[in-house]
């Protein structure tokens, strides 16, 4: 894949009818074609020569002006096949992927097989990707039944994209079962720059790190995408983030998130889109910039976005090879707010019970007694989440003080945490680290307990209980428990509060 973008070129088409040319004309001609021609040629005969009085053009009172796009309203209006969209405009847009899960993929199927017909097809099945991932290993009947349904549905339609799980007992047993699905999607080469991608999950919205318009709908336009392809949308201005300055070796994506979040509240971003620019955006992995772009819902965003670039281009190489086009927010495009941040003057965070805007310094929590420690999910189950907590427990060299729950997201992460190296360690890997460390063994792949589940949901909270989570939500009832206290923190703090029993700033070993 090229590591640089070409500008894109703009073609203008001429209309030969309007120019006064019929589309059967062999030759061009100084009149148009028409019947009266075809019966009487016209005389050649030059009488006279008149040179057009010249005057000076005055500017047209009436038509469009084109101004400057956002790089969410380029790609929904490429998808509307529109060369202009402004914000709160509605239009129809043509989906290029759509996601669906265990959870909300029998719903949707429903609604899809109502309104289309028990014997209809899906528009197309190879853009319909659907990957059980939330309650999965669990003895519950109605939770395996929802795998059931989805199996059925993608044999009936030949979904290309379907990967199941039938094994419970083995994960590894079935090659196709990857595991959370957001992790999934870019790790299979679903994710690319200047596509939309809809998904029924909220968390749907960490692709836009691949710069493309990802966000989460309901089953009931799922249902509508199954069978149209399209869906109407509106158009979200944006608020765009700055973040400039060099990365602390102890911050993590998942920091500056929640910094974010703290800053302009659960919902200061309701139906908008977040552009995420600046020094520090670019310096991020891939990995990093999904931490970034998953948790823009929890600040009532419709999507986040980060512009493509080497790094996402790098990312792509082996993962797609179909052909994407990036795009880019105009010079001149409207932004409803800009906010700027030096990185550099940040400290590790947590958001406190019960919201993710409840910000505070880590170091300000000091006296927070813990019962247990919670890495993974969409938001913190990724390999570089592994590789970060790895390495804070590698530089204490101690044991952790509370149990240490581990559930990587998907089956190659599973593998990264048992075959990767951590860099300094002499070549032992995070689950030889994690183990030195007394933490639970890394469980099966998938969103384990971050949503509750099932009772005998791996690490689930069934009693009240103090938990320091690399989760995205700490709602009551999140992970299980109503009375639960949940600090949402990165994998930094995590390991740092599991080694203390209490939440813990990560500098105190790093």
Known sequence: MASSAVAPTSSFLVDKKILGFSASCAQPSSFPCSPQLSKKRASTKIVSVMTPQQSERKPSATGAVKTGMTMTEKILARASEKSQLVPGENAWVNVDILMTHDVCGPGSIGIFKKEFGENAKVWDREKVVIIPDHYIFTTDERANRNVDILRDFCNEQNIKYFYDIKDLGNFKANPDYKGVCHVALAQEGHCRPGEVLLGTDSHTCTAGAFGQFATGIGN???????????????????????????????????????????????????????????????????????????????????????????????????????????????????????????????????????????????????????????????????????????????????????????????????????????????????????????????????????????????????????????????????????????????????????????????????
């Open 220 to 510: 009931t336009d799922a249902g509508f995408v199954l069978g149209t392809g399209k869906l109407l949308l509106k158009v979200p201005p944006t608020l765009r983030f700055v973040m400039d300055g060099e990365m602390p070796n102890y911050l993590l994506a998942k920091d500056l998130i929640l910094q974010i979040i703290g800053e302009i509240s659960v919902a200061g971003a309701t139906y908008k889109a977040m552009e995420f620019v600046g020094s520090a955006v670019e310096s991020l992995t891939m990995e990093e910039r999904m931490t970034l772009c998953n948790m823009v819902v929890e600040a009532g965003g419709k999507n986040g976005v980060i512009p493509a670039d080497r790094t996402t281009y790098k990312f792509l190489e082996d993962k797609t090879s179909l052909p994407f086009e990036p795009v880019f927010s105009d010079g001149g495009a409207r932004f409803l707010k800009e906010y700027r941040f030096d990185i550099s003057k940040l400290e590790p965070l947590v958001a406190k019970p019960h919201s993710p805007d409840n910000r505070a310094l880590a170091r300000e929590c000091k006296d927070v007694k813990i019962d247990r420690v919670y890495i993974g999910s969409c938001t913190g189950g990724k390999t570089e989440d592994f590789m970060a907590a790895a390495k804070v427990f590698l530089a204490s060299g101690k044991k952790v003080k509370v149990p240490t729950f581990l559930v990587p997201a998907t089956q190659k992460v599973w593998m990264d945490v048992y075959s990767l190296p951590v860099p300094g360690s002499g070549g032992r890997t995070c689950s030889q680290i994690f183990e030195e460390a007394g933490c639970d063994t890394p469980a099966s792949p998938s969103c384990g307990a971050c949503l509750g589940g099932p009772r005998d949901t791996y690490a689930r909270m069934n009693e009240a209980q103090v938990c320091v989570s690399t989760t995205n939500r700490n709602f009551p009832g999140r992970m299980g428990h109503k009375e639960g206290q949940i600090y949402l923190a990165s994998p930094y703090t995590a390991a740092a509060s599991a080694l203390t029993g209490f939440v813990t700033d990560p500098r105190e070993f790093i």
